[in-house]
C-alpha cells in the first residue's frame, strides 16, 4: 500500500515537472524575435556569434540591433549657369590689362606711329596672334584717326568683340539622337584641367537636372580615375572606370553602354593626355571614337587648352585638331593669365568656338563663354 502511494506521488511529480516544461517552452517560442518589417530585410539583425544566446537575451530589443540607415551622401547642388559669370566676372577683369593697356594708349591726345607700335605689341604680348593683330589695328587706325570717330572705349569694344566672334555656335552638344544620349569627348594633354572640366561639366548638367554618367579614360593615370570618381560622387553621377593600364577605348565603350542602359541624357569620356607622336595620338583618339560609335554618335568634342601656355598651347591645339575633329574648345586657367588673347588666336588657329572658360580651381569655376561679356570685362565695364 506504502509503495503505491509512493509511486502515485512519483507520478505526480514527473508529471508537474513535464507540464512546467512544456509551459516553458510555449513561452520561449513567443518570445521569438519578430521579423523586422520590409523595409529592414537587408539590415542583419544578429551577428553568428550571438546565435547561441538564451531565447530571452535575443528577444530583447536591444539598441544596438536598431537597423541604422545607411548613410545617404550628402550631394551638392552645383550652381546655375547663369550666376556664373557675374560671379566670375571679376576674375576676368583681374587679367585685363590687355583692354586697359589698349584703352590707356588708344586715349593718348595724338595716336603717333610709336603709339601703334606699342597698340600692336601689347596685342601680341597678350597672344592675340599676329594676323588678328594686324586685322585689329588697320581697323582701329581707320576708325579712329581716319574717320575721326571721337570714343575710343566705344570703338575698341566693338572691334574686339567683332574680333572674338559675337555669332559663332557656342552650344554645347549634349544630347543625342534616337533616344541615345549625347555623348561628349575631352581631350587635351596632360595638366591642362581634363579632369578637373569633365567634372565640371557634370555639374553643369547636373545644375540642368541632365542624367549623367561619366567615364574615366584616361587610363594611364590612377590619380586621374580616383579625381574623376571623386567629381561624380559629389553630385551623385555614375562613373565608369577602368584598372590602371586598361584600354581606354574599352573604358569609353562601357560608359556609352552605361549611359545607353540607364537613359542618361549625356555620357562625357575623360581621354589620356599623353602627348606623344602625332600618329600615336592619332591612333589612341581614333580609336576610342570609332569604338564609341558603335553605339551612339560623338556628338561634341571638346579641347582643353591651358590660357597660361602661350604658343606651346597653340602648337598642342593644332596637333590635337588633326587627330580627331575637334568641334569645341574649353580655355582654362584664364583665372591666372593675363593673356586673354589666346582666345581670339586659337579660334582662328583651329577655326572652331571657344565654348567655355575655366575662372579657377573651384568646383563651379566654369562658364560657358559670352563673348560680350568677355570683351566688357577686359575693358573693364
Ligand atoms: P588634366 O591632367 O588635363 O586632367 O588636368 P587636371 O584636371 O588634373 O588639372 C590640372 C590642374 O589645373 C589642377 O590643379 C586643377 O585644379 C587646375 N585647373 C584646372 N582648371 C583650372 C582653371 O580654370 N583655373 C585654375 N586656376 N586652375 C585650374
Do not use: C, Y
Not at 516553458?24 to 520590409?38: H, N, T
Not at 549657369?81 to 590687355?98: E, F, I, K, P, Y
Not at 584703352?103 to 606711329?113: P, T, V
Amino acid at each position: 500500500m506504502d509503495s503505491l502511494v509512493l509511486v502515485i506521488l512519483l507520478v505526480a511529480v514527473v508529471g508537474l515537472a513535464l507540464v512546467g516544461l512544456v509551459a516553458g517552452l510555449v513561452v520561449s517560442g513567443r518570445r521569438k524575435p519578430q521579423p523586422l518589417p520590409d523595409t529592414h530585410t537587408d539590415v542583419v539583425v544578429s551577428p553568428p556569434e550571438e546565435a547561441g544566446t538564451t531565447p530571452t537575451e535575443v528577444s530583447a530589443p536591444p539598441a544596438t540591433i536598431e537597423p541604422e540607415a545607411p548613410a545617404a551622401p550628402t550631394l551638392e547642388k552645383p550652381e546655375g549657369t547663369a550666376s556664373r559669370l557675374v560671379r566670375l566676372r571679376q576674375r576676368l577683369a583681374d587679367q585685363g590689362s590687355l583692354g586697359r593697356g589698349l584703352l590707356a594708349l588708344l586715349s593718348r591726345d595724338k595716336l603717333d606711329e610709336d603709339t601703334w607700335e606699342s597698340i600692336e605689341d601689347t596685342l601680341l604680348t597678350a597672344d592675340v596672334g599676329v594676323k588678328p593683330t594686324t586685322e585689329l589695328v588697320e581697323q582701329l587706325r581707320t576708325r579712329l584717326r581716319v574717320d575721326g570717330a571721337s570714343d575710343p572705349r566705344t570703338v575698341l569694344g566693338e572691334e574686339l568683340l567683332q574680333l572674338v566672334g559675337p555669332d559663332l555656335d557656342r552650344r554645347l552638344q549634349v544630347t543625342g539622337d534616337d533616344g541615345k544620349p549625347g555623348v561628349v569627348l575631352v581631350v587635351g594633354v596632360n595638366g591642362a584641367g581634363k579632369t578637373t572640366t569633365v567634372g565640371k561639366i557634370s555639374r553643369i548638367l547636373v545644375a540642368e537636372d541632365r542624367h549623367v554618367v561619366l567615364g574615366a579614360a584616361d587610363t594611364f593615370r590612377a590619380a586621374a580615375v580616383e579625381q574623376l570618381a571623386t567629381w561624380g560622387e559629389r553630385v551623385g553621377v555614375d562613373v565608369v572606370r577602368g584598372d590602371e593600364g586598361a584600354d581606354p577605348a574599352s573604358v569609353a565603350f562601357r560608359a556609352v553602354e552605361a549611359g545607353i542602359d540607364a537613359g542618361a541624357d549625356t555620357v562625357i569620356v575623360d581621354t589620356a593626355g599623353r602627348l606623344q607622336n602625332k600618329q600615336g595620338l592619332m591612333d589612341e583618339l581614333g580609336k576610342v571614337k570609332r569604338v564609341i560609335e558603335k553605339l551612339a554618335p560623338v556628338t561634341e568634342v571638346l579641347l582643353v587648352l591651358d590660357a597660361t601656355t602661350g604658343q606651346n598651347g597653340m602648337i598642342q591645339a593644332r596637333v590635337f585638331s588633326e587627330a580627331v575633329d575637334v568641334s569645341g574648345i574649353v580655355l582654362t586657367k584664364l583665372d591666372g593669365s593675363a593673356k586673354g588673347g589666346i582666345v581670339v588666336a586659337v579660334q582662328r588657329e583651329l577655326g572652331v568656338p571657344v565654348k567655355l572658360v575655366g575662372l579657377g580651381e573651384g568646383a563651379d569655376d566654369l562658364a560657358p563663354f559670352d563673348p560680350r561679356a568677355f570683351v566688357d570685362a577686359l575693358l573693364g565695364g
